[in-house]
């Protein structure tokens, strides 16, 4: 079994990789990422000579060049979590969110057509819903809720979604969507929320909250995600959605006022809200733990410890990122292999 990740350097597509590799000892994985400013070989570095491990350094929106890697691998299944994902760089600058994750995804999708994968899983996001209200909270994304991006970031998500179901449709393309809610965990880029608290309170910075810091997220560890997306590509229907959620809603405060406790310290800021700020994201995972007996297993106040402590013992991998040195580590440890 041949297994094409893309974005595979990035925080869950390194994670995924991590996970499968142990978790198959007969599956190659080829990883493919562009090493973007999120993108991070470090990530990479205890499988980087693992017989079953192959990177290519590629941008899912070059035709040729993942035709070529296509014809010469050639993949049973394909995961793309590769794709621009913060809210904040896609307000600044819309267009390369499009180029990425809604043309990278026809490329790949044509791609898939052209050589007969087995399957293609789109990994999504909660995003593309919209939002929920603070004074409802019995609701919940379900799979039948319908599109409502509020960003560039989850309306060129949600565009990509559509693409899938199209191919899945109109040409009979084998294909999977989950969508999750909020990740957190190893490897996570230091400018999302969790990590960069954890950095800021290490080194003495303001915590800044969007706000007042009331939305409200719905978390999930990263290694619960990764056996969702395992159990859906082996035995989820074809041309259906799953959403994945943990089952942990917090306010923004409350993460960054757990954070504070675990470290013993840590000051507030409270800075200006994010333009067109979702209030609250709360995913239904019915569907999958139905059909799939999927559950995370992992509970928040287990899981930002594991994380607070991997990012204490792993300083040096968040602190290259900081200060631009991870941007070096590919010509260092892999330019000549």
Request: aromatic share 12%; glycine share 8%.
């Amino acid at each position: 079994m041949k297994i094409i990740v893309t974005g595979g350097a990035g925080f869950i597509g390194g994670n995924f990789v991590h996970y499968m590799l142990k978790r198959y000892e007969e599956y190659e994985i080829i990883c493919l990422d562009k090493l973007t400013y999120a993108g991070n070989m470090e990530t990479l570095e205890s499988v980087i000579n693992n017989p079953r491990f192959k990177f290519y350094k590629a941008d899912i929106a070059e035709k040729e060049v993942i035709s070529e890697i296509f014809y010469k691998e050639k993949p049973n299944i394909i995961v793309n979590f590769a794709a621009e994902s913060h809210v904040d760089r896609s307000i600044e600058n819309p267009s390369v969110f499009l180029q990425t994750n809604v043309m990278g995804t026809q490329v790949l999708l044509d791609a898939c057509r052209k050589h007969g994968i087995d399957r293609y899983h789109q990994v999504s996001t909660d995003e593309v819903y919209g939002d929920l209200p603070l004074d409802k909270p019995d609701l919940f994304f379900t799979e039948e809720t319908p599109l409502n991006a509020s960003s560039p970031y989850s309306a060129s998500k949600a565009g990509a979604d559509m693409l899938v179901q199209a191919y899945h449709r109109t040409f009979g393309l084998p294909v999977t969507i989950s969508r999750c809610s909020n990740n957190y965990g190893p490897y996570h880029f230091p400018e999302k929320l969790i990590p960069l608290m954890i950095a800021n309170v290490l080194y003495n910075k303001p915590l800044p909250v969007y706000g007042t810091g009331e939305n409200v997220r719905d978390w999930l560890y990263v290694e619960d995600h990764c056996s969702a997306i395992d159990l859906i590509i082996h035995k989820g229907r074809l041309g259906e959605i799953y959403n994945i959620g943990g089952h942990n809603e917090k306010t923004n405060l409350e993460v960054v006022q757990t954070i504070i406790r675990e470290l013993g310290n840590g000051k507030i800021e409270y800075v200006k809200d994010r333009a067109g700020h979702d209030m609250r994201y709360a995913i239904d995972s019915a569907k999958i733990h139905n059909d799939l007996g999927w559950f995370p297993i992992t509970k928040f106040e287990d899981g930002i410890k594991m994380t607070i402590q991997w990012y204490l013992d792993n300083k040096s991998w968040w602190e290259n990122i900081i200060s631009g040195e991870y941007q070096n580590y590919y010509a260092k440890m892999y330019d000549k292999r």
